[in-house]
């Protein structure tokens, strides 16, 4: 069995401040984890994914997620947010191996950025 | 991702109608999936298909179907459309690989309302 927390249903961050946006995950596996934006009336795009290698993931618009095993975590983070930044996104745990590849996805966090 | 897409992008329909949402991608991959998408409750799995001969049901697959009409086609349709089926539908691909660690891409969503 699998699932994953967001653990804030909105943030709100002004331009040029740090943004953070919290993730727990249950797995009987060992997981894959991914982080996906959702722009307004736009469809969902990845931002980064662990799986395995690494701890630390760089992905794209300089966002980047760590791997916590010991916290069962996997925050993602951006050192300073742009109004561009402002959509919906979602934290989601997949188990590795097998046949199966499903995909379970959090509930959602919308970050808001003002000026 | 345009090279999944999804038509039509908006559809309004009456309780009781039949409707297909259709998918088509580019990407060469095997697996195909359909999501419906309700607010606070993140995406959710209604079917998937790992190749044109294998279909499989997802977590909420009732009052669903699906069809693999070839590689990069996969179709849903609602039979008799229900209100409670009002959402925003994803397709989304993706190439198994080593271990099961693979990344699911999206189109880009069709948002139906049934009245």
């Known amino acids: 069995a699998q699932s994953v927390t967001q653990l804030d249903s909105h943030v709100s961050v002004s331009e040029g401040t740090p943004v953070l946006l919290r993730c727990n995950y249950s797995s009987s596996y060992s997981p894959s984890l991914f982080w996906y934006v959702q722009h307004p009336n736009k469809g969902l795009q990845l931002l980064l994914k662990?799986?395995?290698?690494?701890?630390l993931v760089k992905g794209i618009n300089g966002f980047e997620a760590e791997f916590k095993k010991s916290e069962t975590s996997f925050h993602l983070t951006k050192p300073s947010a742009h109004m561009s930044d402002a959509a919906e996104y979602f934290c989601?745990?997949?188990?590795?191996?097998?046949?199966?590849?499903?995909?379970?996805f959090g509930t959602g966090t919308r970050l808001q950025v003002t000026l | 991702d345009a090279d999944v897409t999804q038509t039509p992008r908006n559809r309004i329909t009456k309780t009781g109608k039949r409707i297909m949402l259709e998918c088509s991608q580019t990407k060469g991959h095997d697996r195909m999936y359909w999501y419906r998408q309700d607010p606070g409750l993140g995406l959710r799995l209604i079917y998937y298909?790992?190749?044109?001969?294998?279909?499989n049901k997802g977590e909420i697959s009732d009052g669903y179907s699906v069809s693999r009409q070839a590689q990069a086609k996969f179709s849903l349709s609602l039979e008799s459309a229900i209100p409670n089926q009002t959402a925003l539908y994803f397709c989304a691909t993706s190439d198994p690989s080593a271990g099961g660690r693979e990344t699911q891409y999206f189109g880009p969503g069709t948002r139906l309302l049934v009245l």
């Open positions: 298909s790992f190749d044109v001969k294998d279909i």
């Open positions: 662990y799986t395995s290698a690494a701890t």
């Open positions: 989601v745990v997949s188990r590795a191996g097998g046949t199966a590849s499903k995909l379970t």
